[in-house]
Structures are given as C-alpha cells and as structure tokens.
C-alpha cells in the first residue's frame, strides 16, 4: 500500500513517510526498489547516537539517532507520537533522530547536531524536518498540575542552540498524530499495541558532488 507515501526530495536526497496502513515490510520494499540498504535503530528513548559507515550492520541496536555520509544506506525512524527529525547536508550527510520526551530531556537532538559541527564540519546549509508528532495540546504528560510537553518547541530550541537562523533550514510538519490519528498511528490514542509510523531518509551523491539541501515540503 502507498497511502502516505511522499518522497519530499531533489535528485541528491530520498525520503518517505509510511502511516497508517503501512508498515516495515513497505519500508523494507522501498529500500529494495531504491536500492539502498536499510538501517534501523532498535529505539530506547536514549541520546545515543551511532554514525554508520558501512552497510554490514542493518539493525543498531540501544540508538535513537544516525548519521551518515555514506550513499545507498536509508536511515529508517519509528515513532507513534514522539517526533522523527530528518536532516540533509548537501555534502551528503543525512541522519536521523528519535525525540521522545525522554530523549529529548537528554537533549538527543543537541547532541547530534553538535557532532554534524564538530566531526562533519557542517556549519551551515542543513535542512531539518520535524514530522508528525503528539502536539503540546494533546500531549499532557501530568493529569493533577495539567503539565504539557511541547516536543517540536523544545527541538527547536536544542536546534537553535547549535546552529543560527541563518544556517538552517527547518521545516515543521503541521500534523499531530493525535488530531491526524487517520493518517498515523498515535500511542496516546490508541494505547498498547499500536503500530509505528516509519520515515526513512537516503543520500543519492557521490561524495564532492554540490547540490542544494534537500526540501521536505509536505505535511
Ligand atoms: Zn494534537
């Protein structure tokens, strides 16, 4: 099934959503029919972060966020309300993160962008993109005091903590996963058991080749 199915790229850069409806084995078709090897992390809410060099280990296991400036390798993310951030470089670096609350309460998304500076020396020109998630309204994390966690204001923050204005380019989806629940799995909404939303980002350059940033303008 293609329901959901966007691709929001260039020529340089690939990159779906699968929602409801969809599932892994549509991911894993995706990856065969672009030919790319699919990597995925097994998520713990954690701020660990792996950078991946080769296409020999396919499931990285205690990770919740990736980088790789390796072609051919799509980086799979799984969520049902915490919120999957993509990124692209036009070196060809892309990654991916995982930001839960808990992840995001160990500052996930600060951490991996503070190596794109530091170990790829990216400094400006990254494209970021926060998808689906639960918004701030629907996501009370405490019933007595009416306490709300905002994930996509907190990862901009941590965003903007790394890199100015001018050197990003972020893109927010507008859909919650709770008021959008027809088109992606909520955990919230539907409780234990729910399936997961996937989103997958893959670099098609060669290693010097120039190119603009990748736009993902859907959702
Ligand atoms: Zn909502």
């Known amino acids: 099934m293609q329901k959901n199915f966007q691709v929001f790229s260039d020529s340089d850069v690939i990159a779906a959503s699968f929602g409801r409806g969809e599932s892994l084995s549509d991911v894993s078709a995706f990856a065969r029919s672009s ?19 080769t296409n020999s280990q396919t499931l990285i296991a205690n990770t919740d966020a990736l980088i790789t400036k390796q072609k051919n390798i799509l980086l799979a993310i799984k969520t ?9 470089h036009p070196s060809g670096v892309i990654g991916v993160i995982h930001a839960g609350r808990a992840g995001t309460t160990q500052h996930i998304t600060e951490q ?20 689906p998630r639960i918004c701030a309204d629907c996501y009370q994390v405490d019933k ?29 989806s507008e859909h919650c996963t709770a008021h959008h629940n027809t088109q992606w799995y909520s955990y919230r909404t539907e409780g234990k058991g729910v399936q997961m939303n996937w989103f997958v980002i893959g670099s098609l350059l060669v290693s010097d080749k120039k190119a603009e940033p990748c736009d993902p303008a859907f959702y």
């Open 144 to 172: 007595k005091t009416d306490e709300h966690f905002d994930l996509v204001s907190e990862n901009l923050k941590q965003v903007q903590g790394v890199y100015g204005d001018s050197q990003t380019k972020i893109i927010v």
């Open 80 to 88: 049902a309300d915490c919120l999957p951030i993509l990124f692209s």
């Open 35 to 53: 030919n790319h090897t699919l990597v995925r992390m097994e998520q713990e809410h954690t701020a660990n972060l792996a950078i991946i060099e």
């Open 112 to 131: 991996t962008l503070q190596v794109l500076k530091s170990k790829f020396d990216i400094v400006e020109n990254l494209t970021v993109w926060f998808g």
